[in-house]
């Protein structure tokens, strides 16, 4: 008999319950009992979604990011949040977030706040994780406590519980070193302690154990692969079961390594990586259990059930019950319940399978492998209709869009000067001063803003009572950004739910859901659109509020669009096409909207492109491709312009020190980017690499709440004047500041605006 599990499951709840419940207790207005409580009823719940399964995870469910748990367990605190009291959750948010709560007992334990925890994206999705921090001195010492709770709670609720872990060569692959130590000598001290942790579970009862080392898909240097060896060798005497996982790529050259491991299972991602099953059956000791990713559980497509058996039914006779089958990685990427949506076009949704559909999809494939087709030639025959029904429909496929695609040249991307000839016709036209001012682009979605929204998208607001609305938040914007006296204005982007979907409402070829949500970090929640067809735009998007933005100032005011990629890689893309052609046409569409905001007198056109690092694929001999066709989308967007318009762009938590001359290559008049949290240390790539453009190394952390003081900002932007010429220094925070509070930006802002005219006065 085949055996199900899953990887792990959203933890968010399908009504965003976790999100609401955080921000509760963050503001105080919620006790830390409540919060517990409600995460115990989340786990509750989710574990009797997964009933059916054979292993269910435990261990998944975290408050904030579970590469944070994983430090907290191992004992591996930033110094300092060493030895403050209270709670451990407290301390917990005090690395996530700076904080934990605005009450004034919190204010006076942590002094105000301290440095949040550098954070950064997983692997290649927009999931972001708090990264581990190393001394050469760093000690581990075990918490089992969280995991112990969660484990005592599922088996009080009857189930079979597989607890999940990150594994320790991940682990230490994921961190960063605070001074000049090598994380891997830290190795010897980490292992004794998840033995130790191997140890506990084995004392409760617990079976198997799934330890992710997902670090196996990407490309590994000698030291990285005897650390396997090391690892996995001081832990193979425990009595448990240990299941390895890897997903989001393919083994490759790593293939033998993770077979020669002393593990009893091995998970790979048969999304990625089915054309290694073979080989993996040979090298694969034929006493270990191989679990098959048939699911992709990144993308909200349904499977082509009929398919995936053709090539299942032959592992599971080769196999029998060394098969197990599960999703391709956690199902933490994609939304709850699909049953939710019942505003979603009925074809379209016939096409869609989130989180628990998922799981439907595994019982199906598993019912069929034991007991044959004819158990569930139902589910088959429905699953197939809709499949045929998404490859055969009208609406997918616009002949026009494939046309202007393929008339795409490379003139299409260039400017009409180099820009040493265009940045002093932008700086006359513009009239700055140095170290200009700006922001990223949004401003506090208040509670005023999130009522009209929803008052228009019930139809309680006419289009005028809902343009009226917007029309006021964004003087308001206007307004406080003259009275902080910001250099360059931005709209503030009131009628904006989020960059991405925005946009995606307004071109043909997405679709939507109401309850779509999937975790970005901590209490941040998106809900990426539906690009289920070929791109276009049918009407401009952003220009009348652009333009009436600007009337109500004589400064510089920012066009605010996202950028091709970023689009791309926020969205459920279609899975039918190749992602660069989707890219182009996105391209496109975005390109007449940067030409038609240059013809309505916008001096300064900002195209974001935070997920530009994000979709790189994970081993890079593979880089130069995605590359190739992302740098170029992004200037097909943007190289319309004349030479006097000022293109900008943002990138935001990415590490992009080893994509730099591709970043110099998209010839963004000016980047601004996130740089806060890491002290400034992204900016060690200019130390080699001569940027050619204006760069704004973001200087306020808009995801914690804390307030950068003046003489902060200084020290930052000091830090960045030392690699790049401070006459082509701009001042900005690190990414747009719709998370934030009004009483939060102000006295930030404020300070930062102090902060760059001292910058004139000291440094030029």
């Known amino acids: 008999m085949v055996t199900t599990h899953n990887l792990g499951f959203p933890r968010i709840g399908a009504k965003r319950e976790l999100k609401f419940a955080l921000e509760n207790y963050w503001k105080g207005q919620s006790s830390r009992d409540e919060l517990k409580a409600l995460g115990a009823q989340l786990r509750e719940r989710h574990w009797a979604d997964q009933r059916d399964l054979d292993l269910a995870p435990i261990g998944d469910f975290s408050f904030y990011d579970q590469v944070l748990d994983m430090s907290f367990t191992l004992g591996n605190l930033p110094k300092r949040v060493q030895g403050f009291h209270g709670d451990t959750l407290d301390n917990y948010f005090r690395v996530a977030r700076g904080r934990s709560t605005q009450s004034a007992e919190d204010h006076a334990a942590c002094c105000g706040g301290v440095a949040a925890g550098e954070m950064t994206k997983w692997f290649d999705t927009n999931y972001h994780y708090i990264v581990p921090e190393f001394h050469a001195d760093t000690n581990f010492s075990l918490d089992p406590s969280r995991l112990l709770q969660q484990l005592a709670q599922a088996q009080t609720q009857g189930v079979n519980a597989k607890p999940v872990i990150v594994g320790p ?13 090598d994380r891997l000598a830290l190795l010897p001290k980490l292992l004794p302690v998840y033995g130790a942790l191997l140890d506990t579970l084995t004392a409760q009862g617990v079976e198997w154990v799934q330890i992710d080392e997902p670090i196996l898909v990407t490309e590994l240097d000698a030291e990285w692969r005897q650390a396997f060896r090391t690892a996995y060798a001081a832990l193979e005497t425990r009595r448990i079961k240990l299941l390895l996982a890897t997903y989001f790529g393919q083994l490759q050259d790593n293939l033998t390594l993770a077979c020669s491991l002393p593990v009893d299972g091995l998970h790979i991602d048969a999304i990625n990586a089915r054309d290694e099953i073979g080989a993996l059956i040979r090298e694969l000791p034929v006493n270990r259990v191989l679990s098959v990713g048939a699911i992709n559980g990144r993308n909200i497509w349904k499977t082509d059930l009929g398919a995936t058996l ?4 032959p592992l599971a006779r080769q196999l029998g019950e060394r098969l197990w089958i599960a999703p391709s990685c956690s199902l933490l990427h994609v939304p709850v319940d699909l049953s939710s949506e019942q505003k979603l076009d009925p074809e379209i949704r016939s096409w869609l399978a989130f989180a628990l559909q998922k799981l439907d999809e595994l019982k199906v494939l598993a019912c069929a492998l034991n007991h044959g087709r004819a158990s569930v030639a139902d589910a088959l025959a429905a699953d197939a209709a809709a499949i045929d029904s998404r490859r055969a429909s009208p609406r997918v496929h616009n002949p026009v869009v494939k046309a202007a695609v393929e008339r795409i040249t490379a003139a299409l991307g260039q400017r009409q000067s ?3 000839v265009r940045a002093p016709k932008q700086a006359a036209r513009l009239k700055l001063p140095a170290f200009p001012t700006t922001t990223i682009g949004s401003f506090p979605q208040t509670a005023d803003i999130r009522h009209a929204r929803s008052q228009f998208k019930a139809g309680e607001l006419n289009e005028a009572g809902y343009q009226a609305a917007m029309h006021a ?13 910001l250099d360059v204005l931005v709209h503030g982007e009131a009628e904006r739910n989020d960059m991405v979907e925005y946009f995606g409402e307004q071109l043909d070829g997405y679709a939507f859901s109401q309850f779509g949500w999937v975790q970005s970090y901590g209490s941040r929640c998106v809900k990426p659109p539906i690009l289920f067809g070929d791109i276009s735009r049918p009407k401009a998007m952003t220009v009348e509020w652009i333009r009436y933005a600007q009337s109500l100032t004589d400064k510089p005011m920012k066009g605010m669009l ?3 990629v970023t689009i791309l890689n926020w969205s459920f893309v279609r899975d039918d096409q190749p992602r660069s052609v989707s890219c182009h046409q996105l391209a496109l569409a975005i390109r007449d909207e940067v030409l038609d905001l240059e013809q309505a007198g916008i001096r300064v056109i900002q195209i974001d492109e935070a997920a530009l690092r994000e979709g790189l694929p994970l081993r890079r001999s593979q880089w130069n491709a995605y590359l190739d066709w992302a740098v170029e989308s992004f200037r097909i967007t943007a190289n319309g312009v004349r030479d006097e318009t000022q293109i900008h762009t943002h990138m935001c938590y990415s590490e992009f020190n080893d994509i730099i001359a591709s970043i110099a290559g998209m010839d963004a008049d000016v980047i601004t980017i996130e740089t806060s949290r890491s002290d400034m240390e992204l900016l060690d790539a200019f130390d080699s690499f001569k940027y050619p453009n204006e760069i704004g190394p973001g200087v306020y952390d808009i995801h914690s709440p804390n307030i950068p003081s003046e003489a902060h900002i200084v020290e930052l932007m000091k830090k960045a004047a030392e690699r790049i010429p401070a006459e082509r220094l701009w001042v900005n925070p690190d990414c747009g500041l719709k998370t934030r509070q009004w009483a939060e930006v102000l006295p930030a802002l404020t300070n930062m605006v102090a902060a760059a005219k ?7």
Request: negative net charge; proline residues 5%; glycine residues 4%.
């Open 418 to 420: 180099p820009y040493d």
């Open 758 to 764: 001292t910058l004139r006065s000291q440094v030029l």
């Open 310 to 313: 053709d090539w299942l039914e």
């Open 169 to 181: 060569v991940t682990y230490l692959w994921l961190g960063k070193a605070k001074d000049d130590s």
């Open 473 to 485: 938040e964004i003087a308001r914007s206007v307004r406080e950004q003259e009275t902080l006296n």
């Open 562 to 564: 996202t950028g091709p």
